[in-house]
């Protein structure tokens, strides 16, 4: 970002010369910005390649900024070093990053050809541009008023006036790509295909599974439908089934029933001491110890009906 | 220092990515080596809108941006669906459509 600084100390971003700062931006920038390209092209790992292009990508993307095209800079920064480079990563990983390049090659000499072209195409462009550019003078983006208003807001018209066509079509390219990419990447094998209800209940009587019924619901044949009640067999019994084998089992415990000459004992808190000492030999509907012990079977039950009542 | 220097490196950024394209069989490097391609023409057309004094070389970058997202969302899908049924990644390898 000292970078940028500098640059703007030279003058603004975008300006018809490019002053020192610039330059100096410039001249860190761009051999970053080729390293990374020749990096990427030249690394046997993908994934270091990926890594290579997101410096070429940021280093870029700050040039963008020396420019005066801030805006493109930082969504150069945040859609490209942020988001595709991190789906490439992405797939790599998916893919498996030791699917690294064959050294074979399949069309006898197509490295040295295409060493050859790439080498004669940088001459050419270079030449071209180096020749066509010679005596050019920027007019720069705050001189005509294209900057007016800053950057952002530059953009902004042109898009919305200018090219509202071209940018609505760009809704319709994305919605298309999410779809083909959903449609792309929707895998497509059988296994994991639902198994409609019919074919469960014929896989059930074929044997595919311990019992050809559901597993009982808790509160079957029992007096209440509640999930603390277990489910109970047609001869009264505990469907063993309908127990869970996660939560440990409580004994219910019945409510406490006050004795109708105490009115503390309706609200709940505990007696005073002076109460006690005259309650506590009259309490015969004292809870602990008056509740039976539950049996093997059936007591359930009982003791939920209790509950409820 | 000019603005033909952005054009250079552009132009040399433009090459390093055919070389890509041309040399890599990994079919995500190529992919890669594609946007680096995109990337050095916005290089260019950003120094354009400069040179001209009009944002339309911007807007028409922002643009590339936009179909370049795209693209890679697209191919990327592509690249996996085929891998799932290869199980490479490699682009000799592709060498029908189906199956």
Same mark, same amino acid.
């Given at each position: ?29 761009? $051999?970053? %910005? ?24 940021? #280093? +870029?993307? +700050? ?17 490209? *070093? ?5 789906? @490439?990563?992405? =797939? ?16 006898? &000499?197509?490295? %040295? ?24 003078? $920027?007019? &720069? ?11 952002? $807001? ?102 406490? =029933? ?13 007696? !005073?001491? #002076? ?13 602990? &110890? ?20 | 220092?000019?603005? *033909?220097?952005? +054009?250079?490196? #552009?132009?040399?950024? @433009? ?26 023409? !916005? ?18 970058? @922002?643009?590339?941006? =936009? ?33």
């Amino acid at each position: 970002m000292s970078l940028l600084l500098l640059a703007q100390d030279a003058g603004l971003p975008g300006g018809a010369d490019t002053g020192l700062g610039e330059g100096i931006a410039f001249w860190i920038l761009g $051999p970053v %910005a080729l390293a990374g390209a020749l990096g990427m092209v030249f690394a046997r790992n993908a994934v270091h390649s990926a890594l290579c292009l997101a410096g070429t990508m940021l #280093s +870029l993307g +700050l040039l963008y900024m020396a420019q005066g095209a801030l805006f493109l800079g930082f969504v150069q920064i945040i859609v490209y *070093t942020g988001a595709v480079m991190m789906l @490439f990563l992405f =797939v790599l990983m998916l893919v498996g990053r030791d699917s690294s390049d064959s050294v074979v090659e399949v069309l006898r &000499g197509q490295r %040295a050809a295409a060493l050859l072209f790439g080498v004669g195409l940088a001459v050419l462009l270079v030449a071209a541009v180096g020749r066509a550019f010679t005596d050019v003078t $920027p007019v &720069g983006l705050d001189a005509g008023g294209a900057n007016w208003n800053g950057n952002v $807001p530059g953009i902004g018209r042109l898009i919305f006036t200018k090219y509202l066509f071209a940018f609505e079509l760009t809704s319709a390219l994305l919605i298309t790509a999410a779809l083909g990419a959903m449609v792309l990447a929707y895998a497509q094998t059988r296994a994991h295909a639902k198994r409609s209800q019919r074919e469960t209940v014929e896989a059930r009587l074929r044997g595919e599974h311990a019992r050809i019924s559901p597993l009982p619901g808790p509160g079957v044949f029992a007096t209440a439908n509640s999930v603390a009640v277990p489910a109970l067999l047609p001869d009264g019994s505990i469907a063993p089934e309908s127990l869970s084998e996660i939560i440990d089992r409580t004994d219910v415990q019945p409510a406490p =029933v006050p004795s109708p000459d105490d009115a503390h004992a309706l609200t709940g808190r505990p007696h !005073n001491d #002076s109460d006690r000492s005259g309650h506590d030999a009259s309490a015969p509907h004292s809870v602990r &110890g008056s509740r039976p012990a539950p049996d093997q079977n059936g007591t359930y039950a009982d003791a939920v009906e209790g509950a409820d009542r | 220092m000019s603005t *033909t220097y952005y +054009l250079l490196l #552009s132009a040399l950024l @433009f090459s390093i990515g055919a070389v890509g394209v041309l040399v890599r069989r990994n079919a995500i490097v190529v992919f890669m080596c594609v946007e680096l391609m995109l990337n050095a023409v !916005n290089l260019s057309l950003v120094t354009f809108a400069r040179i001209n004094g009009a944002l339309d070389g911007q807007v028409m970058a @922002f643009f590339v941006m =936009v179909v370049a997202a795209a693209e890679v969302v697209v191919g990327l899908a592509i690249i996996m669906s085929i891998f799932r049924t290869r199980r490479t990644a490699s682009i000799d390898d592709a060498n029908l459509l189906k199956y």
